[in-house]
């Protein structure tokens, strides 16, 4: 119990009184401009994946016999990888280098 008492106090003087997150890393100007071009692309990805997507499936309901099964699910999974991208790369950039800061409601 101690030992979890030392590691809180630990973890306070580290954060601060402000109850501020600790920063994670540091973003230059490069490194958040080529993020957030991938950004842009990653958006225009989702969108065209999701108009491949019905172009499949209205191709599907039209004429049974072409196999679209595989370009409907690799379309479904590339809308994801983009989704994602800007998620994790392009949400984490903006609030590093925009200084986006979220304070704890303790």
Do not use: H, W
């Not at 540091?26 to 019905?54: D, H, K, P, Q, W």
């Not at 499949?56 to 099964?69: C, E, G």
């Amino acid at each position: 119990m101690e030992e979890a008492d030392e590691n809180s106090s630990e973890i306070e003087s580290i954060l601060g009184d402000n109850g501020l997150c600790g920063q994670s890393e540091e973003c230059g100007l490069i490194r958040f401009t080529y993020i957030m071009i991938g950004s842009v692309v990653a958006i225009c990805g989702c969108f065209f994946n999701l108009i491949l997507i019905v172009a499949f499936k209205r191709a599907y309901r039209s004429s049974r016999s072409q196999p679209v099964l595989y370009p409907i699910v690799l379309a479904i999974l590339d809308a994801f990888i983009c989704f994602f991208y800007i998620i994790l790369f392009g949400a984490d950039a903006a609030a590093i280098c925009l200084r986006i800061e979220v304070k704890s409601s303790t």
